[in-house]
């Protein structure tokens, strides 16, 4: 489930009316996502997303969130606008939330994409990358390197219940893999961060959105492809690599940013620091989310157990 913030229908006409979209004709809860609230929301002129931003999402960050949407879509990339109402306003309060409506895009997410999806989606993200090149504003990545001992050390022991030994293997991972991130060697720019099949909207095989940038930030370009890869290219239970999807994606990504040799031998690495972020803040969740919550908890080994492809140098102390 993703309603964690109820809106009446009359509450909602009322924020509607605000808007030059017409009248509200239907609103339903979307399951999909854990981060926020998402209606999908239908009106005499259209279809919208409302999305009321949760604990995860700091209101202070949306307005960078939304120049960095209206950047790409000004550029002609498939993402998805925030609308703006007849006072030129996008951000809101609703039900003592942030939120923002937004553009509607066509296709769904797939859940076992095909070699020509992967591929479609990493020339997607070069042609994102591209676009950012220009872009001016900067934030600082919340789930970033150096968050990740700190974060390590919250989880704590707790991490032991999920996994016996699970502090010791990931405290070794995240000393290994901090001690050998390149964050000098390569460029920083504006990255997506959280680039899953399920925020890659597709038509057959042709991108037909990108969406939820709410981990956008400045950091390693490269980092950005190696966050997808390791969400690409993997079973759902992180054993089993597909290195048919994994090179696909990496060959539309290159179409327009081919891996320098520096890139390459440093991919690894930040594969790997992927593996490490998404295991930690899932294991967060996983350690902080009650057992019988609506949301669905994300499996954190299943990102522990990637690394094993990316560093196994790292995989005799993990699972
Ligand atoms: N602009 C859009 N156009 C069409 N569908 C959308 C749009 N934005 C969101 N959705 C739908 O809503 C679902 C949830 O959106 P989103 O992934 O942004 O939520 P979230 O709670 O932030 O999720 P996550 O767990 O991925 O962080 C998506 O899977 C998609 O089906
Ligand atoms: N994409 C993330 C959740 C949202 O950040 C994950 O699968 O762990």
């Known amino acids: ?16 009316a605000r808007y030059d979209v017409g009248e509200l004709v239907s609103a339903k809860g979307i399951a999909e996502g854990v981060e926020n609230t998402n209606y999908l929301v239908d009106t005499t002129t259209g279809r919208f997303i409302l999305t009321l931003y949760e604990k995860r999402v700091d209101g202070g960050d949306l307005p960078y969130f939304m120049a960095l949407l209206d950047h790409l879509a000004a550029r002609g990339n498939p993402v998805p606008p925030a609308i703006k ?35 479609a989606a990493g020339v997607a993200m070069a042609d994102m990358h591209a676009a950012l090149a220009d872009f001016p504003e900067t934030r600082a990545n919340s789930m970033g390197v150096e968050t990740w001992s700190p974060l390590f050390e919250r989880c704590g022991r707790s991490l032991d219940t999920i996994a016996p030994g699970l ?7 995240i000393d290994r893999v901090v001690g050998a991130w390149p964050q000098a060697m390569l460029d920083t720019v504006t990255i997506h961060a959280d680039l899953f099949p399920d925020n890659v909207l597709m038509r ?47 060959a539309g990504y290159e179409q327009r940013f081919p891996l320098s040799s520096v890139e390459q031998a440093a991919f690894p690495t930040l594969a790997s620091g992927a593996c490490v972020r998404f295991a930690l803040s899932r294991a967060w969740d996983w350690l902080n989310t009650p057992a019988d919550a ?26």
Request: charged content about 20%; aromatic content about 10%; hydrophobic content about 45%.
């Open 294 to 319: 609506l949301v669905t908890r994300k499996d954190p080994l299943a990102y522990v157990r990637r690394l094993s492809h990316y560093a196994p140098e790292l995989a005799k102390r993990t699972r």
């Open 85 to 119: 109402d007849r006072s030129g306003t996008a951000i809101q309060t609703l039900e003592g939330r942030p939120a923002c409506l937004i553009k509607f895009l066509s296709g769904v997410s797939v859940s076992h994409p095909t070699s020509a999806q992967a591929r």
């Open 167 to 173: 502090y010791d293997d990931l405290g070794f991972a």
């Open 1 to 16: 489930m993703a309603v964690y913030t109820p809106v009446s229908a009359e509450v909602l006409a009322e924020f509607l």
């Open 204 to 250: 057959g095989d042709a991108v037909s959105g990108l969406i939820d940038f709410y981990f956008a930030c400045t950091d390693l370009r490269v980092y950005d492809l190696a966050i997808m890869h390791s969400a690409w290219a993997f079973d759902a239970t992180g054993a089993h690599y597909d290195a048919a999807i994994g090179d696909a994606l990496t």
